[in-house]
């Protein structure tokens, strides 16, 4: 008998049995986010642990070094960072939260350790960035960036085009902080016109189903409709299916 995959079953499963299940529009909208080191062992479910306002409308991650081979005490940090004004230096978050889904473990170690191989300093391990049937997926900071379905060369080369400034379009979930609306239009967008550069567009507004972007084209306003998808097995340990929202962007 093999063993369910939520990350295989969402590859085999797109529309039409192509493609895979869309993954654009699905990264975590959370507009703040507070990083704390915790070696782990990381329980499935994340509490934050701070009794102040430190946590207040964030959203928490524990981070780690790659290989579990760093102590708390050596190096620890804590660090907020704001969406979409986020700067310093560049951070990669690569969900590999195994108690949370097995799939982040057995698909999201291997990126990070390419990645941390690559840039030591910027890769850091990290609990549930959502969608883990996406795995292995990681958040790049200060640009926002959300990628899924890596392997590690293909994480290293997403990575790359990050760093020279360009989005990674065949990896691209979205931008964390945006409506999952504005992100399905970002990148539907950038996929019909060949806008690639991280800086080519921007969210202006959004407005029910409509989006506003400023774009090379000039300011545009999309509608993108959603509808409910085939019920799925959204994890590998849950048995219940729920259906995930289809996005497209509205023609005409």
Not at 104 to 126: H, I, M, N, Q
Request: some cysteine; proline content about 7%.
């Amino acid at each position: 008998m093999t063993t369910f995959r939520c990350s295989r079953a969402s590859e085999d499963d797109g529309p039409d049995g192509a493609g895979g299940e869309p993954i654009a529009g699905t990264a975590p909208t959370d507009a703040a986010w507070l990083l704390l080191e915790d070696d782990g062992p990381w329980p499935a479910t994340v509490t934050s642990g701070v009794d102040d306002d430190r946590a207040a409308g964030a959203r928490v991650q524990l981070v780690r070094r790659p290989g579990r081979t760093a102590t708390t005490a050596a190096g620890s940090f804590e660090r907020r960072v704001e969406l979409p004004d986020a700067g310093g230096e560049p951070l990669l978050l690569v969900c590999t939260h195994g108690r949370r889904d097995v799939c982040c473990a057995e698909r999201g170690r291997p990126v990070a350790a390419a990645l941390a191989e690559r840039w030591p300093v910027e890769t850091w391990e990290t609990t549930h960035l959502g969608g883990h049937r996406f795995a292995a997926t990681l958040v790049a900071f200060p640009s926002g960036v959300v990628l899924g379905r890596l392997d590690p060369a293909s994480a290293v080369a997403a990575v790359e085009a990050l760093r020279a400034g360009r989005m990674p379009l065949d990896h691209a979930r979205g931008r964390a902080g945006w409506p999952a609306r504005a992100q399905h239009a970002d990148l539907a967008l950038r996929r019909r016109h060949g806008w690639t550069g991280l800086d080519d567009v921007r969210l202006l507004a959004t407005d029910g189903d409509e989006v506003s972007l400023a774009t090379p084209s000039g300011e545009l306003t999309v509608a993108v409709d959603a509808r409910p998808g085939e019920p799925r097995r959204q994890s590998c340990a849950k048995l219940s299916t729920k259906a995930a929202p289809v996005l497209t962007l509205r023609e005409g």
